[in-house]
């Protein structure tokens, strides 16, 4: 399709609705039009994220200096929330899934799109309800992100309202799930079947499922929190009759599968760009799809691994550390189906690629670090130190927050039709990628040499190490920023993307940037 | 896509209705037993087991699953064995801490 000025004229943006303005967009039930909401949501709750993370780091070389301890226990645990549940939770399903799922099955909007508009809203009102939290009664949660019982239960912080904004964030999620299962059996265009529909879908779908299963594990998990703080009632308090290693079960029920719903849409969209930016049809359609499958189906069952040291049974630590061992099976397939992939591609080195060849990269540091913590012996050593942050952070910011940013950079021009300049998006990737190793590598030979995690202080001879990685705190965040402001400048300054620019095969390559309102003029049929 | 799970009306007969509901009594009483009955730690699993049949009654003939088409059937036997797994490796804990 051509490149011309009538494509930004005809597209979603100029739509004209029942209303204007601000409420044109929160009233919309276009897919597209919440798919761009919920990427400036996530965004900005990730730069705030950021910002508190490069607070912790800072402290953690002063310590004392800065921020004083139960500052110190508010700011990591905000920092977590926000990042967890705020951003990367939902994340790729809801600004990228919202935006290219219906295009990319040749639909022309997901199956319940007032729904979908409901999901955005109790979204708002989650964040919203976590906000109130930290400037009301007790201040801030200083539980870390996980709500521990029973500190939870007796904690003087507002966790009572932090962990009402989670639910509400549950239900956001569950929705959203319930709508992309729907969407994907019920609305692919003729001839669009199984085994036709781009990687994306398949994980997108793999996650609804996630999400519509694991969530209200977490959801009535955090009604007994409530329950506990706010009637006394002591399912988790060992002095009211209660197990507080309950509490770990039902939390990481939800959890661990949680990983995956923020890694497999991740690992859809490597399966996108690799191909494209190869030159070549991905290696091995099939496997990669059944092993989205194979991650979500196993991975809800390994939810133990986080308790080794909690005073569960033996049997049951063998057992999830067995099943630990099996869901790296299918991780692995991804892996070796991409690099292969490449081999003998027709390589274009364009700035997606980058960020996804590092996802590949630092996805696998931190999946073969997760076999590490997922042996019974060494995991005793390791459980609780910065070894597990290090681990967690190359999973999630390392595989998930590079997605984003491939994905970012990959559908660009698709979502605003507008191209970014390569450079500044290769020097940011760089400079990014420098601080990342830095800043987590560190962690890694600290939590080894036994640091703890969540300390406020250490002893003297591991402050090269924190030195080394508040450092690189300084370099990634310094990377995060070029590529941000490189993005946003195309998004003013940028000159029009045509409607292919990588030569791409899925559907959303087919149709004019940005797209039209109603993605096709005519549904197409798939050959 | 079309004709995965299409509806249709089904008219069930009274019959049905109430040898369900006799079933769904019976069931009740069995729980009441086995609360009587001193099983140990296999009254769990014993309230558990009673607790599915009942589900599975309510879920085949008062809200028609019987005459949905397998995709819809495969889809809750995933959830329900997803569930059965989750209680199973609850319990490798619990039944051996």
Redesign the interface.
Known sequence: MENNAADYENSFYQEKGRYNGVLSWLMSTDHKRIGIQYLAAILTFFSIGVMLGLLVRLSLIAPGKILSQNTYNQVFSVHGILMIFLFIIPGVPVAFGNFFLPIMIGARDVAFPRLNRLTWWLYLAGAALVALSLFTSGGPPDTGWTFYAPYSIRAQANITLAVTGVFVLGFSSILTGLNFVTTI????APG?TWFKLPLFVWTLYATGWVQM?ATP?LAITLVFIILGRVFGVGFFDPSRGGDP?LYE?LFW?YSHPAVYIMVLPAMGIISEVIPVFARKKIFGYKAVAYSALGIA?VG??VW?HHMFTS??????RI??SFITFLVAVPSGIKIFNWVATLYKGSIMPNAPLYFALSFIFLFSIGGLTGLIIGSLAPNLHLHGTYFIVAHFHYVMFGGAGFAILTALHYWFPKMFGKMYPEKPAKVGWFILFIGFNLLYFSMFILGYRGMPRRYFDYPPEYFNLHLISTIGSWILAIGLLVILVNLLRALFRGTQAPSDPWGGKTLEWKIASPPPAENFHEIPEIK | MQGETEKSDHIVPYGTYVNVWIALMLLLAATIAVAKVEFSKYSVFANLLIASLKAGLVLFFFMHLKYEKWVLKAMLFMVIATLTAVIALFFADVMFR
């Open positions: 059996h019920r609305l692919r669009m299963l594990v290693i079960h029920t189906s809800y069952f133990g005073g569960m049974s033996d049997t049951a057992i999830f």
